[in-house]
Antibody, heavy 120, light 106 residues
Framework: QVQLVESGGGLVKPGGSLRLTCAAS????????MTWIRQAPGKGLEWLSY????????SYADSVKGRFTISRDNAKNTVYLQMNSLRPEDTAVYYC?????????????WGQGTLVTVSS | DIQMTQSPSSLSASVGDRVTITCRAS??????LNWYQQRPGTAPKLLIY???NLQSGVPSRFSGSGSGTDYTLTITSLQPEDFATYFC????????FGQGTKVEIK
């Protein structure tokens, strides 16, 4: 069965860095785009970034462009989100999701999320 | 960027009611429109993709329609497990979500 497990969240000071990891299993990882989404406490969903199967296409939300970097290791079935210059407003649960291109792109499987707290 | 606006932001309904949630895009998304359900404390779950396609395993009381800039999610005969927050999402130009619609028990 498809599983996505995020890790790497925690407490970090403003201006600090953190790398999130999403370990995938149960499907041919090489064949799927992957996406990161976040949800601030009590708020809605915010799309952050996606990465194509061979890393040739990367896309970012304006709110994180230049600070966050998405990457993947197909040999390890893992996608990463490197987050630099973190701000208090980056505090959120961060989800990774499988980006399925069936008729139109959609997020058909999600991980359980990892909490990132940016505070001094 | 394409902005997605849902209405209403919240609604109260009873078990057995028919519920309709609307999503409007700031420009046409050409049916690149998906719907998700999120129960408290859990990750979102895909319900509908490409405006009207039911995701595998999702009950048939859920349906989607629309085109261009205007889309609708309908739940016929609301069940206790349907009390949750619903989000629309466009995937025509990068990605963006609506702000969510919370369906509460009346």
């Amino acid at each position: 069965q498809v599983q996505l497990v995020e890790s790497g969240g925690g407490l970090v000071k403003p201006g600090g860095s953190l790398r999130l990891t999403c370990a995938a299993s149960g499907f041919p990882f090489n064949d799927y785009y992957m996406t990161w989404i976040r949800q601030a406490p009590g708020k809605g969903l915010e799309w952050l970034s996606y990465i194509s199967t061979s890393e040739t296409t990367l896309s970012y939300a304006d709110s994180v462009k230049g600070r966050f970097t998405i990457s993947r290791d197909n040999a390890k079935n893992t996608v990463y989100l490197q987050m630099n210059s973190l701000r208090p407003e980056d505090t959120a649960v961060y989800y990774c999701a499988r980006d399925r291109w069936a008729t139109v792109p959609n997020l058909d499987y999600w991980g359980q999320g990892t909490l990132v707290t940016v505070s001094s | 960027d394409i902005q997605m606006t849902q209405s209403p932001s919240s609604l109260s309904a009873s078990v057995g009611d028919r519920v309709t949630i609307t999503c409007r895009a700031s420009r046409s998304v050409y049916s690149y429109l998906n719907w998700y359900q999120q129960r408290p404390g859990t990750a979102p779950k895909l319900l509908i993709y490409a405006a009207s396609n039911l995701q595998s395993g999702v009950p048939s009381r859920f349906s989607g329609s629309g085109s261009g800039t205007d889309y609708t999610l309908t739940i016929t005969s609301l069940q206790p497990e349907d009390f949750a927050t619903y989000f629309c999402q466009q995937s025509y130009s990068r990605r963006s979500f609506g702000q969510g619609t919370k369906v509460e028990i009346k």
